[in-house]
């Protein structure tokens, strides 16, 4: 539980990190983050799996960069499922979005979290 509830709030400073780098993605507050960040792995636990099982042949024939359409996807999700509090300007700005998450999730994942895991 502690460490879904550390990927939430990684996930809240990298969302509003987001908003700040890209005009085309809003959030009405820190707090909205927070609840995106929410819904966001939920659905990331919920929906995600049915989507990649659903596009395993695509996933395979690119490589697995069909992943990040996925995520884009989810994002989208989130944003329609938050109203005003989430706002994202278009798919395209999505899926820019879904690979700087990636790309920074990646970069935690390697520089904090595997060497405090590696201290225990």
Do not use: C
Not at 11 to 22: H, P, R, S
Not at 57 to 68: A, D, I, S
């Amino acid at each position: 539980m502690l460490h879904w509830l550390i990927g939430v709030f990684i996930n809240t400073v990298l969302l509003m990190a987001i908003d700040g780098y890209f005009d085309d993605i809003h959030f009405s507050g820190i707090g909205a983050a927070f609840l995106a960040s929410l819904i966001l792995a939920v659905l990331n636990a919920v929906v995600r799996p049915v989507l990649i099982l659903l596009t395993l042949p695509v996933t395979v024939l690119t490589l697995g960069l069909f992943l990040f359409v996925i995520n884009a996807i989810t994002l989208m999700m989130t944003a329609g499922l938050m109203g005003d509090a989430f706002q994202i300007g278009g798919f395209g700005t999505a899926l820019l979005a879904s690979i700087v998450l990636s790309f920074f999730h990646l970069l935690v994942q390697k520089a904090i979290i595997e060497p405090l895991r590696d201290r225990s």
